[in-house]
Each structure stands twice: as structure tokens, then as C-alpha cells.
């Protein structure tokens, strides 16, 4: 098991920053993955971006590439997603979320432990 608590979410204006953590905690060594997803009101969850755990390989979605950057602690037990240059479509509830089973990035099937989500609101 590994249980996943995001934070750092708020309501900002557009154009703003903000960062967003995720700390993992139980069978992390088993993670092969890590990686944030978002869903706005009666929207599907969709990706936003991933990093694996060796630190080796980032991914993001086009809408938040140049703008978002996902990074690691050492001890890799957080995460983090740094939001830039934020925008109104980017509100959402973003959650955090563990692949231990290495299958990829893109879907939220792919992934076996989410966190409870940590609402971002962006106002124009």
C-alpha cells in the first residue's frame, strides 16, 4: 500500500504560481511512477504530468508543457508540480497519484494509489 497527501493548492489569480506536493508514504520502494492528474467540473480526470521515481524521465501533458514542472525530492518520498504562468482552464482538482506496475503514463488506469486532491482555482 502507499498513501499519497497532496497539498499546496488555492485560488490565485491568472498568471500566477503556485506548487503543488505530494508526499508519499507505505511501499514507496515498489513505485515506479509518480504523477499528477487534474479534473474540472464534469470533465474525465486527464494527465497533467509524471516523473519516475529514478528521476530519469519527465512527462507532460502539451496544454501545461513550458509552464508546469514536475520534480522529486531525493529521499523520494514528495513530489512536487510547479505551476507557472497559471490560466482559468487550468482550475481544477489536481490529485497525485503511484504506478507500481511500470505500464505507462498517460492514463489514470495506468495508476494504483491516488491521493484525495488539492483543489486549484485560477480567476481571470
Known amino acids: 500500500q502507499v498513501q499519497l497527501v497532496e497539498s499546496g493548492g488555492g485560488l490565485v489569480q491568472a498568471g500566477a504560481s503556485l506548487r503543488l506536493s505530494c508526499v508519499a508514504s507505505?511501499?514507496?520502494?515498489?513505485?515506479?511512477?509518480m504523477g499528477w492528474f487534474r479534473q474540472a467540473p464534469g470533465k474525465e480526470r486527464e494527465f497533467v504530468s509524471a516523473?519516475?521515481?529514478?528521476?530519469?524521465?519527465?512527462y507532460y501533458a502539451d496544454s501545461v508543457k513550458g509552464r508546469f514542472t514536475i520534480s522529486r525530492d531525493n529521499a523520494k518520498t514528495t513530489v512536487y508540480l510547479q505551476m507557472n504562468s497559471l490560466k482559468p482552464e487550468d482550475t481544477a482538482v489536481y490529485y497525485c497519484?503511484?504506478?507500481?506496475?511500470?505500464?505507462?503514463?498517460?492514463?489514470?488506469?495506468?495508476?494504483?494509489?491516488w491521493g484525495q486532491g488539492t483543489q486549484v482555482t485560477v480567476s481571470s
Open positions: 507505505g511501499r514507496t520502494s515498489s513505485t515506479y511512477i
Open positions: 516523473i519516475r521515481w529514478s528521476g530519469s524521465s519527465t
Open positions: 497519484a503511484a504506478n507500481n506496475k511500470n505500464r505507462g503514463v498517460l492514463l489514470p488506469s495506468m495508476y494504483d494509489y
